[in-house]
């Protein structure tokens, strides 16, 4: 069984349906949980042969969406039934489903994340984009196919798992409410995960379940979506605490931090350098170091071909671009100190 949320994605369904009925293992059902429409997604899906989920009075976003749609539908399910949920904006590789299946079958498994990939154009801001999603897909594989997030774009549960993760938030062993999604949280996606692991289960991301998702065409987009993610990673960890499954979170925070101030560091001290000292050429080692640097960030993307290669050697809209994670960073820092409120913006 295929859920997807879907909020006004009359120009996406189409071909995210597509995508399913493509599937080598297609599900038995698909349902398209329509929320809060105000264009056409719940017709299109209908002709498309989609069955429509229409969610009554939901104020709580994709999370409420899905729990009005899940409660009914895995009380009906046997334990061995898997659902597959999947954003609107996301296709699915034709052997998405037969590989997360396949993946399932190892008991200890109890979810199955995609491997994002970008979809084309957006121009540069895209492709930076791009290239981002693509050494996240080389960090996945150099750890085995361990997921770190079971992400929205398209996971497969065991039935069973979903369950247990609502009888855990009824019993207050983990929080986010009472029912199969937290409401508590602006990243759904990153929650399941921690709920998931939380309850002994392993989280994988095989090679072979890739997709293809939207990239954000601006600045303010982007901004308000890795706010959103940032701060709700931040906020979740929070709430979980320092636990067994949480340190490597934690971890990668500690991480991401210390390279915004390692960032800032080498460039004060270059500008440092240069006002004091002015140009005196250049230093056999750290020319050394930028070359392997260099190397390694377009060797990481040349599968995107050679204006990936092209944006990746002159190192400098990278940076850019990592200034921009980082103050993203620094800033849902700050607002999650101060108790900022931060909304669930559509993107």
């Known amino acids: 069984m295929a859920v997807i949320p879907a909020h006004n994605e009359a120009d996406r369904i189409t071909a995210t349906l597509a995508g399913l009925y493509r599937q080598t293992r297609r599900p038995d059902r698909i349902i398209v949980v329509a929320d809060n429409c105000t264009d056409d997604t719940p017709g299109i899906a209908e002709r498309c042969g989609a069955e429509v989920f229409l969610p009554t009075g939901n104020r709580d976003k994709k999370a409420g969406a899905l729990n009005q749609v899940l409660a009914p539908l895995l009380d009906e399910l046997p334990d061995d039934a898997q659902v597959l949920i999947q954003d609107a904006d996301t296709v699915l590789n034709p052997r998405f489903v037969e590989c997360a299946v396949e993946a399932l079958e190892e008991p200890t498994v109890g979810a199955v994340g995609g491997v994002f990939y970008g979809e084309e154009g957006g121009g540069v801001l895209g492709l930076l984009q791009r290239m981002e999603y693509q050494r996240y897909s080389l960090e996945i594989r150099r750890k085995g196919g361990k997921a770190t997030v079971l992400t929205g774009t398209g996971t497969l549960f065991r039935s069973r798992v979903l369950r247990e993760v609502r009888e855990a938030r009824i019993e207050g062993r983990i929080g ?4 199969h999604y937290s409401l508590a949280s602006l990243t759904e996606d990153d929650e399941m995960t921690k709920a998931v692991k939380t309850l002994g289960h392993r989280t994988v991301s095989p090679a072979g379940c890739w997709l293809v998702t939207e990239v954000m065409p601006t600045v303010p987009k982007l901004w308000h979506q890795r706010m ?20 490597p979170y ?15 560091l080498a460039a004060l001290f270059i500008v440092l350098s240069l006002v004091l000292f002015g ?37 400098i809209p990278e940076l850019l671009y990592d200034v921009f994670r980082q103050t993203v960073f620094l800033m849902s820092l700050i607002n999650l100190v101060l108790r900022r409120q931060e909304r669930w913006v559509a993107t």
């Open 176 to 179: 986010g409410g009472s029912d």
């Open 228 to 247: 959103r993610w940032q701060r709700g990673a931040l906020e979740n960890l929070r709430d979980y605490g320092l636990t067994r499954v949480t340190l």
């Open 250 to 264: 934690f971890g990668q925070q500690l991480m991401l931090g210390l390279g915004g101030l390692a960032l800032a």
């Open 279 to 315: 140009w005196t050429g250049f230093s056999p080692l750290w020319t050394t170091i930028t070359v392997i640097f260099i190397a390694e960030r377009t060797l990481t993307v040349r599968r995107l071909g050679p204006r990936a290669v092209l944006l990746a050697a002159p190192l």
